[in-house]
């Protein structure tokens, strides 16, 4: 089994810097799980399907008070309700106006409560912390076609915990110009296991749409299922235009990932975004907060 590593933090609304293990669960975080026969068999959408079953039983309704207590989870700020299952409590939602989007037009929103990675080219020579193929934007849209418009362009490469809120909103107002469906498979993708398994972009279930956005032009906006997370749910209909901070989709259980790849000059990711991914270290950051900014 390869060895566990622990994930730096920093956390953008503390101004502090963490180390994180999901759930204390090690071997999530294992850096070869291409090696780990345990991982193997988590990736697989039948393990998925299974674990989901149990999690949306009355049973798992026991897990949630400690999962609370263990993580910190200010749960005055979402909706009071009485959740019956652990699934039911992964899919909380904020209070209205807990979370708020920007009003300048040219500033982006996080589109998710996670931990994000950016970059402000998607440079094939890139080698830290993600090796460079790992972000080629033809493997993970499907076709080079597809990905033509993202060449050289900004990055955010973003990653949910378990413990986050797992709805995705839209980072402006726009519409859906194309979108698919791709991969199978549901590794771990902290970027310890990104560095070791470069294909697990490319191999997980994930699915693609290209947004074109009022302010910051097309976006190719990828949602990637990832261990325990087989299931994105798209919530807002693909051929209605949508507004900015409105939900977009939702992930179901687990730990799931994000890739946004902009066009070349339209948009830049926040600079300390850009400055803690030069150290290998990812950036804790709510909804709303800003995470780049139209050039």
Known sequence: MAKPVPLPVWDRQGGKLVTEWMGDHQATYESEPQRSVRQWV??????????????NTRWSAREIEPFIRKYHIDMSEFEPIEYRSFAEFFDRR????????????????????ARYFAWDKLDPEQQFPVKGHS?????????????????AG?????????????????????RTLDQDRLGHRLWTVNWHALVNKPD?????????????????????????????????VQVHPLDKPFQRGEEKSV????????????????????DDL????????????????PVGLRA
């Open 42 to 55: 988590k990736s697989h959408p039948l393990f998925d399907w299974l674990y989901a079953a149990y999690e």
């Open 94 to 113: 904020f209070r209205p106006g807990v979370r708020k989007f920007p009003s300048a037009a040219g500033e982006m929103g996080a589109f998710a409560e």
């Open 135 to 151: 972000l080629s934007a033809d493997r993970i849209l499907g076709t080079a076609e597809r990905a033509r418009p993202f060449i």
């Open 154 to 174: 900004p990055v955010l490469l973003v990653r949910l915990a378990p413990v986050d809120y797992h709805h995705v909103h839209y980072p402006d107002h726009g």
């Open 200 to 232: 697990i972009l490319f191999s997980n279930e994930r699915v693609i749409n290209i947004l074109e956005t009022r302010h910051f032009g097309r976006l190719a906006f990828v949602e990637v299922g990832a261990l325990s997370v087989g299931r994105i």
């Open 251 to 270: 992930f179901r259980f687990g730990g799931s990932a994000i890739v946004v790849l902009g066009e070349p000059g339209a948009w830049r990711p926040s």
């Open 274 to 289: 850009l400055e803690y991914t030069k150290q290998g270290i990812e950036t804790l950051v709510r909804p709303g907060e």
